[in-house]
């Protein structure tokens, strides 16, 4: 016997939303959607009241203003009359300088101590331990504090560097200083050749690759292993080298003139400096600028270098008086001989040396401070370093996390192979312990980029310091300025971890 | 439920935060204090005392408005700010008034929407040197590194002054006061830049002032005074008068000494006014008809603030200059009680 129903004919009521299941969830849902984007409307109309009441406009027109404030470090060309746009570019740049560094530091630290802390060496591990400990439970703050303390109480001030018998002397044969006010290392100028050198030098990376390639796929085929590491090192060094060193004997002696503005024919350099201290230089190539400025400080003369890219720039430059000794190559002085655009000029009797393809400016005391080189300020170390060890610790235990989640067995399985340890950790327990470590290791990246926030503790121009800081300040645009800051992080962080997703995607178990 | 809490929170929230700026002074009343800005620590203008009682020029107008209003010099919660969240504090209702060395300037004025009631103290921007330096000139600090407190004015004024005289130099920004201070003890900066009353205060607390110089330039003009928000110009008003009641004491000769004598009733009508024995004044402003009296017995007038925290018999020893009264050939002139 066939049972029959009727199929329900009743229509859709209103209390099916709530008494049936099938509704109940979305209209919950539907209900809670609308909660919330009215609280969020709310929030947003009190700002707009708020800030109508208190007269404040919303505006990013102070973007494009004068800033009118001065940055210490920046990466780009900037002074006080560049925009309050060009300000925050510089703190970005500077963020994403110390974001950089740091991740780079924190990964090698990270990794160094995550692996040291399973040794089977006590001491070793017991050491790790401490320092995981150690940073991972005391604010960042402090510590970035903490280091800038030390950095500037316990290195000596450029001036204990003057005099006869100094409180302090310059490292590297005099090419490194130390001082309370950053870390002065020598500055690279390029001179000519360098295309070529940098051209070997490219050449020889491409070698490596193509030679690890080839060393790849002969163990494979025939399970001989080739040195790689020092043909590597070996092909990094040599040709770039050999080409540096055979360019300089060739030309780094080639006396270039210099042509001096108001000289008299064949006057030397110390009795034209006598009359014309500490004088502005120009030089093509820069190398012979650095040349002629270390041969005007044995005269006890400080150079004001001005940077020149082509000869038009150099004749322009001595034509306005921006500088008024140049060097040059011997066949670009007959241009120069008598007036330059109605500047008389001369040319001296002393001549400088060409220079080398890629030649080190050492920093100088000089005035208050040293000058020449560059300049790693404290402020920058000190948060590099602190962001570095603070995010290394917790790198350290993510990477014996991924360590100990690889099983033991694969480590006795590949001893019984015969791989030493070193192999072992490379070739077997890294490469599946990586799959772990990625994920969070972004997170620790994102941590790295937005705790360089903190910057402001010991002065370093980041982001939160130029537009987050100063220029909110002067021009009191809290809510733009501040919503700007937001964006950017957020824009840095999502970036970080999309390129960090790709490298996983790489990484992790493929299943197929 | 607890979405419709939140929401009624929210929305008292917005409304209360809407009405607040018409009623300052009943605020102040009904909480029973004065909620004052003042700096971090800068001794002599406000700092905690060993007791931990703040105290100092800044920290006195504050005394002063809490007398005016609550009779009590004492009622204030003084909230210390740095260069950069002052102004979010008092534009926020944080603090109902901001006397924190702070320089009167157009933008801050007009843009920011602050209203300043005046100006307790007449500086402007100097630089000190340690002596050994050897430097004699702010002329001669051509590539000198400078600290420098960043969200100032002296960052700009500082900036245009190197630049009109052609030199560079390498600004080291520092948050407040007291790291500043180590920076340039440590010799982290060669010159510390900030308002020459600034300077001479931080010098009397080092342990060898006269190892220090203030260089003789003076770059800009930075007249610092107590300022309020806009929008509630009834509470700008006691702020004000507060401040010119203190001015126009040590010019007519109230003290805090002889307050309660004159109090009394005097021969002269302008004390008579002032004191609240003739006319209303106090009820004008919405108070006590004593205001003034509670304010200078418990504060003293101008002259006496300024001898017991920055004057020449202070570890600060700042002469009076340009903060003399008018009749004595400085620039403070209280507009009449009338």
């Known amino acids: 016997m066939a049972t029959y129903t009727d199929p329900p004919t009743e229509s859709f009521r209103l209390s099916q939303l709530i008494y049936d299941t099938r509704y109940r969830s979305m209209t919950i849902q539907v209900v809670a959607f609308i909660l919330v984007m009215l609280a969020l409307v709310i929030l947003a109309r009190n700002v707009v009241i708020n800030l109508g009441a208190l007269g404040k406009d919303f505006d990013f027109g102070f973007l494009f203003n004068r800033a009118g404030y001065d940055i210490n470090q920046r990466l780009i060309e900037y002074s006080n009359d560049s925009t309050h746009g060009r300000a925050a570019l510089v703190g970005i740049l500077n963020t994403l300088l110390v974001a950089f560094l740091g991740c780079i530091m924190a990964t090698i630290l990270g990794v160094f101590a995550g692996v040291l802390r399973l040794s089977n060496n006590w001491l070793v591990a017991k050491l790790m331990s401490v320092y995981v400990?150690?940073?991972?439970?005391?604010?960042?703050?402090?510590?970035?504090?903490?280091?800038?303390?030390?950095?500037?109480?316990?290195?000596?001030?450029?001036?204990?560097?003057?005099g006869e018998d100094a409180e302090a002397s310059m490292l590297l044969f005099d090419s490194v200083a130390i001082t309370n006010r950053g870390i002065f290392i020598p500055a690279p100028v390029w001179g000519d050749g360098t295309l070529l050198v940098v051209a070997v030098f490219l050449a020889s990376l491409v070698g490596i690759w193509a030679f690890r390639r080839y060393a790849r796929k002969r163990q494979e085929a025939t399970g001989d292993i080739l040195p790689v590491f020092w043909v590597s090192l070996g092909l990094f060094i040599i040709p770039t080298l050999a080409v540096y060193l055979a360019f300089s004997a060739a030309i780094a002696r080639d006396q270039y003139p210099l042509v001096a503005v108001g000289a008299e024919q064949g006057m030397t350099l110390e009795d034209y400096v006598a009359e014309n201290r500490n004088p502005a230089i120009c030089a093509l190539p820069s190398t012979a600028g650095?040349?002629?400025?270390?041969?005007?400080?044995?005269?006890?003369?400080?150079?004001?270098?001005?940077?020149?890219?082509?000869?038009?720039?150099?004749?322009?430059?001595?034509?306005?008086?921006?500088?008024?000794?140049?060097?040059?190559?011997?066949?670009?002085?007959?241009?120069?001989?008598?007036?330059?655009?109605?500047?008389?000029?001369?040319?001296?009797?002393?001549?400088?040396?060409?220079?080398?393809?890629?030649?080190?400016?050492?920093?100088?005391?000089?005035?208050?401070?040293?000058?020449?080189?560059?300049?790693?300020?404290?402020?920058?170390?000190?948060?590099?370093?602190?962001?570095?060890?603070?995010?290394?610790?917790?790198?350290?235990?993510?990477?014996?996390?991924?360590?100990?989640?690889?099983?033991?067995?694969?480590?006795?399985?590949?001893?019984?192979?015969?791989?030493?340890?070193?192999?072992?950790?490379?070739?077997?327990?890294?490469?599946?312990?990586?799959?772990?470590?990625?994920?969070?290791?972004?997170?620790?990246?994102?941590?790295?980029?937005?705790?360089?926030?903190?910057?402001?503790?010991?002065?370093?121009?980041?982001?939160?310091?130029?537009?987050?800081?100063?220029?909110?300040?002067?021009?009191?645009?809290?809510?733009?300025?501040?919503?700007?800051?937001?964006?950017?992080?957020?824009?840095?962080?999502?970036?970080?971890?999309?390129?960090?997703?790709?490298?996983?995607?790489?990484?992790?178990?493929?299943?197929? | 439920m607890k979405k419709s809490v939140f929401l009624g929170t929210l929305a008292v929230a917005g409304l209360a935060a809407g009405f607040a700026s018409a009623q300052t002074l009943a605020e102040v009343q009904e909480r029973g204090a004065l909620n004052c800005g003042v700096t971090t620590g800068l001794t002599g203008f406000a700092a905690p005392d060993a007791n931990g009682e703040w105290a100092g020029f800044d920290v006195a107008i504050c005394r002063a408005v809490a007398a005016a209003v609550l009779g009590d010099p004492m009622a204030v919660e003084f909230v210390p700010t740095t260069g950069q969240t002052r102004f979010t504090a008092l534009a926020s209702g944080e603090i109902d008034v901001l006397a924190r060395n702070t320089t009167w300037t157009f933008s801050r004025d007009v843009d920011l929407s602050f209203e300043f009631v005046g100006v307790n103290y007449y500086d402007g921007q100097g630089f000190m040197v340690p002596r050994?330096?050897?430097?004699?000139?702010?002329?001669?600090?051509?590539?000198?590194?400078?600290?420098?407190?960043?969200?100032?004015?002296?960052?700009?004024?500082?900036?245009?002054?190197?630049?009109?005289?052609?030199?560079?130099?390498?600004?080291?920004?520092?948050?407040?006061?007291?790291?500043?201070?180590?920076?340039?003890?440590?010799?982290?900066?060669?010159?510390?830049?900030?308002?020459?009353?600034?300077?001479?205060?931080?010098?009397?607390?080092?342990?060898?002032?006269?190892?220090?110089?203030?260089?003789?330039?003076?770059?800009?003009?930075?007249?610092?005074?107590?300022?309020?928000?806009?929008?509630?110009?009834?509470?700008?008003?006691?702020?004000?008068?507060?401040?010119?009641?203190?001015?126009?004491?040590?010019?007519?000769?109230?003290?805090?000494?002889?307050?309660?004598?004159?109090?009394?009733?005097?021969?002269?009508?302008?004390?008579?006014?002032?004191?609240?024995?003739?006319?209303?004044?106090?009820?004008?402003?919405?108070?006590?008809?004593?205001?003034?009296?509670?304010?200078?017995?418990?504060?003293?007038?101008?002259?006496?603030?300024?001898?017991?925290?920055?004057?020449?018999?202070?570890?600060?020893g700042l002469a009076r200059g340009l903060n003399a009264q008018w009749t004595d050939g400085g620039l403070l002139y209280s507009p009449p009680f009338r």
């Open chain 1, 133 to 162: 400990e150690g940073f991972r439970n005391i604010p960042l703050l402090l510590w970035i504090i903490v280091i800038f303390a030390i950095m500037t109480e316990s290195t000596p001030q450029p001036r204990d560097f003057r």
């Open chain 1, 290 to 512: 650095v040349n002629l400025s270390s041969a005007l400080r044995g005269l006890d003369q400080r150079a004001d270098i001005l940077r020149v890219g082509s000869a038009a720039e150099l004749q322009a430059s001595v034509a306005s008086g921006d500088c008024i000794i140049a060097a040059m190559p011997p066949d670009m002085v007959d241009e120069f001989t008598g007036a330059v655009d109605g500047v008389e000029v001369a040319t001296l009797a002393d001549t400088v040396d060409r220079g080398r393809p890629l030649q080190f400016e050492r920093p100088q005391l000089a005035g208050f401070n040293f000058e020449g080189g560059v300049q790693l300020r404290n402020s920058l170390i000190a948060l590099w370093f602190a962001l570095s060890l603070y995010t290394g610790a917790f790198i350290a235990e993510i990477v014996r996390a991924g360590i100990l989640s690889v099983s033991r067995g694969q480590t006795e399985a590949s001893y019984a192979l015969g791989l030493r340890p070193n192999r072992t950790m490379n070739l077997v327990i890294l490469p599946q312990a990586l799959r772990v470590i990625i994920p969070p290791l972004i997170s620790q990246y994102l941590n790295l980029t937005k705790n360089s926030s903190l910057a402001i503790a010991v002065g370093y121009m980041d982001v939160r310091s130029t537009l987050g800081g100063i220029t909110i300040n002067q021009t009191g645009r809290e809510l733009e300025g501040m919503l700007l800051l937001g964006l950017f992080y957020l824009l840095t962080s999502l970036i970080i971890s999309g390129v960090m997703n790709i490298y996983n995607n790489s990484v992790k178990l493929k299943e197929r």
């Open chain 2, 132 to 316: 050994d330096l050897g430097v004699s000139s702010a002329m001669e600090l051509d590539g000198a590194t400078v600290c420098i407190q960043t969200g100032t004015t002296t960052e700009l004024n500082l900036a245009d002054f190197f630049a009109s005289n052609n030199m560079s130099y390498e600004p080291v920004p520092i948050e407040t006061n007291a790291e500043a201070q180590q920076q340039y003890l440590a010799g982290a900066c060669d010159v510390y830049t900030t308002d020459a009353s600034g300077l001479a205060a931080t010098r009397a607390t080092f342990e060898d002032p006269s190892a220090h110089v203030v260089l003789p330039e003076i770059i800009s003009k930075e007249p610092l005074g107590p300022l309020v928000r806009h929008g509630d110009n009834e509470w700008g008003d006691i702020v004000r008068w507060t401040l010119n009641g203190l001015i126009s004491a040590e010019e007519l000769g109230i003290t805090s000494a002889n307050v309660m004598e004159l109090a009394a009733g005097t021969e002269n009508p302008e004390i008579n006014r002032m004191l609240g024995t003739e006319g209303e004044l106090g009820a004008m402003l919405g108070l006590e008809s004593d205001w003034l009296v509670n304010v200078i017995s418990s504060v003293g007038n101008y002259g006496e603030i300024f001898e017991g925290n920055i004057g020449e018999n202070t570890p600060i």
